[in-house]
């Protein structure tokens, strides 16, 4: 099946979970192409002006190449939201492209405002997602196969092969946004102090200082 082909279907199965199952507010207008630049949020953006609207405000190209990889986690995700689309504004709906090296980890994170539906476009995948009562839901995937990670559960996905891998992702968010467990507590701003984490993990205070370190963002 061509990419183009497999495009369209994932399109209109995620259009139909969308609908089915909408997360955002729904839209009052036929349109509201987000406005940035206003600095005014209403549960959104506030919308461009209609007369100023063009097709580039619904167009996007940036997930037909694999995304160039350049961290120790082996992983990157290009994100299609309302920050690259602008007509997504009010839409409750989302996309993006997940790229792995063999081995690679998008590491354990949550999607506070989104259900998460994965499309595997070549490869294989161990995946998961752990509820509210402790339990890992877990699978190997691989190309042509879908998987699931209901809204705001920690979950991930390694490549489980010996080649690269990637898959398209949907969401029921116009901006679902991204949680990362490991850098959201060894790496805020501040940051959650050194106690905390190692009474929280069982570790000392210097594993901790190790563990912020390896996390902290390279300065360029």
């Known amino acids: 099946m061509s990419l183009t082909n497999t495009?369209?279907?994932?399109?209109?199965?995620?259009?139909?979970?969308?609908f089915a199952f909408a997360s955002d507010p729904d839209t009052l207008q036929d349109i509201c192409v987000a406005l940035p630049s206003s600095g005014v949020k209403v549960n959104g953006f506030e919308c461009k002006a209609e007369a100023n609207v063009t097709e580039a405000d619904f167009f996007f190209a940036g997930l037909a190449k694999s995304g160039v990889i350049n961290n120790t986690l082996g992983s990157v995700v290009t994100a299609a939201n309302v920050e690259k689309i602008p007509g997504l504004n009010t839409l409750g709906v989302s996309f993006s492209r997940i790229d792995y090296k063999a081995?690679?980890?998008?590491?354990?994170?949550?999607?506070?405002?989104?259900?998460?539906?994965?499309?595997?476009?070549?490869?294989?995948l161990d995946v998961?997602?752990?509820?509210?009562?402790?339990?890992?839901?877990?699978?190997?995937?691989?190309?042509?196969?879908?998987?699931?990670?209901p809204k705001g559960l920690v979950h991930y996905q390694k490549n489980s092969g010996d080649k690269p891998a990637s898959v398209l992702s949907a969401f029921n968010s116009q901006l679902p946004g991204t949680f990362s467990v490991a850098?959201?507590?060894?790496?805020?701003?501040?940051?959650?102090?050194?106690?905390?984490?190692?009474?929280?993990?069982?570790?000392?205070t210097k594993q901790v200082d190790d563990i912020k370190?390896?996390?902290?963002?390279?300065k360029t």
């Open 103 to 124: 081995g690679g980890l998008n590491p354990p994170h949550t999607h506070p405002r989104a259900t998460e539906i994965v499309f595997v476009l070549d490869g294989q």
């Open 183 to 204: 850098a959201a507590l060894f790496s805020s701003t501040p940051t959650v102090p050194d106690n905390v984490l190692a009474q929280a993990f069982q570790i000392d």
């Open 213 to 218: 370190a390896k996390l902290a963002p390279k």
């Open 128 to 149: 998961g997602f752990i509820t509210t009562a402790n339990k890992l839901i877990s699978k190997s995937i691989k190309k042509g196969e879908i998987f699931v990670f």
């Open 7 to 18: 495009l369209a279907i994932f399109v209109i199965f995620s259009s139909a979970i969308s």
